[in-house]
């Protein structure tokens, strides 16, 4: 049994970890979760403040030296929008954890302050770390573009699901808006002009063989696909979302401008078809070297743990995009499993939450400098 297990308080964790999936908390509605755990940390006693994204969403920051801390914890408060809103809630089946948001990521977040609490009850008050539980993450992620705004760390774990095995690379991402128009015709009369959904759907085909063909290392995923309709009509214009995953080595640049090139290929070949295609958000992937003292700490736990240590590259976009953008070197580490997310049976090991929380403890307590600890009792 590892010296940081005994701390952690693993029925208070639970007790966390269920309120937090019963608050149905949906990108750009997270109020009601940021509001309980701000209360949660105060009664606590941990310095929480609230940094404000836009009217009524705010970041919560636990920052116990009141300085700029050289490390921190981070994970995101809100979910994807529930499959059934009839079926919200946690429930527990044995170890098994079921509820929105459990794997991605309030299993995590709850063993983040588990941990921080385990600190600040055993004297450790003015440290050189912190904790940053964001809005926004499943969206736009405005939470963490406003959090690097006013603050810096230089490095952060991000409790991203990666059922507990690190993740020194990160994939880059594109999303891609293509836009097709056509003629608005009563539908009797569809051969007499151009169907803007056809011309997606031709257009949309080109992409995916280029994709299949020439970056096959590349995941992407139609996500959404609108027309304008209007009844028994031709539809004049249709509007498609595409996600795109990259390796952290894949050239961004230069795969933006092969698809580029494809659209522009197939208005050559159909000089009467209209179709756009817009880059809305570009982030490159990254890799970090397997050296640095946070990384040598993490290491060091999983020996003293008999993990094994073996590190992979987290496939999803996420909050790391936005924060190596700023400068900031993210490890992405965390309870639950990448395919049980947004998924209508999400599920987490309570176990995992334990285990990340005292991962996280003990990887704290290493980074500390000797000074920091007082007595709890003074």
């Not at 588990?114 to 004297?123: D, K």
């Not at 139609?222 to 952290?248: K, N, Q, T």
């Not at 990254?286 to 590259?313: D, H, M, S, T």
Request: proline content about 5%.
């Amino acid at each position: 049994m590892s010296a940081t297990s005994s701390l952690i308080d693993a029925k208070r964790l639970l007790q966390l970890l269920k309120r937090l999936l019963d608050i149905y908390s949906p990108s750009g509605k997270e109020e009601e979760v940021v509001d309980f755990l701000y209360r949660y940390l105060k009664r606590s006693r941990l310095p929480v403040i609230r940094q404000e994204v836009d009217e009524g969403r705010y970041n919560l920051i636990v920052s116990p030296s009141g300085r700029e801390a050289d490390f921190a914890f981070i994970g995101h408060l809100d979910t994807v929008t529930a499959y059934d809103l009839e079926d919200l809630g946690s429930q527990q089946d044995g170890d098994i954890i079921r509820g929105l948001g459990a794997a991605d990521m309030k299993g995590s977040c709850a063993a983040m302050v588990e941990a921080f609490t385990c600190l600040w009850e055993t004297g450790y008050w003015d440290i050189p770390l912190a904790i940053a539980l964001v809005v926004g993450e499943e969206e736009e992620g405005d939470g963490a573009e406003e959090l690097v705004k006013d603050y810096h760390f230089p490095w952060v774990i991000i409790g991203e699901p990666t059922d507990l095995k690190p993740c020194l690379s990160h994939y880059g991402y594109l999303e891609i808006q293509l836009t097709t128009r056509g003629d608005r015709l009563h539908a009797s009369l569809a051969r007499q002009g151009r169907n803007a959904v056809q011309d997606m759907l031709q257009t949309l085909l080109k992409v995916s063989n280029y994709l299949e063909r020439d970056r096959p290392e590349v995941v992407y995923n139609v996500r959404d696909l609108y027309s304008s309709g209007g009844g028994f009509v031709v539809p004049d214009g249709c509007e498609a979302w595409i996600d795109l995953h990259l390796p952290a080595a894949a050239p961004v640049a230069e795969i933006t401008m092969e698809l580029e090139e494809v659209v522009a290929r197939e208005q050559q070949e159909n000089p009467s078809l209209n179709a756009t295609i817009r880059f809305t958000t570009i982030h490159s992937g990254y890799e970090l070297p397997e050296k640095g003292p946070v990384i040598g700490a993490l290491k060091a736990v999983y020996l003293e743990r008999f993990l094994p240590w073996e590190y992979l590259a987290f496939p999803s976009h996420s909050d790391a995009n936005h924060l190596w953008s700023a400068g900031v070197k993210p490890v992405m580490l965390g309870c639950g499993q990448l395919e049980k997310a947004h998924s209508p049976e999400e599920t987490i090991s309570f176990q995992q939450v334990v285990t990340v929380s005292e991962i996280y403890l003990q990887l704290a307590l290493k980074l500390l400098p000797s000074h920091t600890h007082r007595d709890a009792d003074k």
